[in-house]
């Protein structure tokens, strides 16, 4: 993340899908810590709605939301699902979880970016 400006949305290169990710301003946990909660919702708020802006999302896109106490990570959706097997957010951060031996022998096989790149919306 050399030379990247933290204090807008911005894509990794490494997902080559419809994505944006937006850090919080540093001074966020002062505000929670001084009980400005008014303050840091408003730059939660405003942070949410520039990774929004960044996509360009209407209200008939599907897309998942990440919020951290660090970031916002939005990705835009085609599908739920990727060979069979639900993706959820967590899925975007690399929790991906199944029961069954056969689907995560398969999600082993398949590599959790590729099914990631399949429910994903693909770049514009």
């Known amino acids: 993340m ?12 490494e997902f080559d899908f419809m ?6 301003p540093e001074n ?23 990774v929004y802006q960044d ?7 599907s897309y998942n939301t990440l919020i951290t106490q660090k970031y916002i990570m939005m990705v835009v959706r085609e599908k739920e699902h990727s060979h069979g097997i639900s993706l959820n957010t967590l899925a975007f951060v690399g929790s991906l979880f199944h029961t ?22 693909k770049n514009s």
């Open 2 to 13: 050399k030379n990247l400006d933290l204090t807008k949305p911005f894509k990794l290169p």
């Open 19 to 24: 994505h944006s990710i937006r850090f919080f």
């Open 28 to 50: 966020i946990n002062e505000l929670i810590e001084n009980d400005k909660l008014k303050q840091a919702t408003d730059l939660v708020l405003n942070t949410y709605k520039s």
């Open 55 to 61: 996509l360009s999302l209407s209200s008939e896109v």
């Open 100 to 121: 069954d031996p056969n689907k995560i022998e398969f999600m082993k096989e398949i590599g959790p970016l590729e099914m990631l790149k399949d429910v994903a919306a």
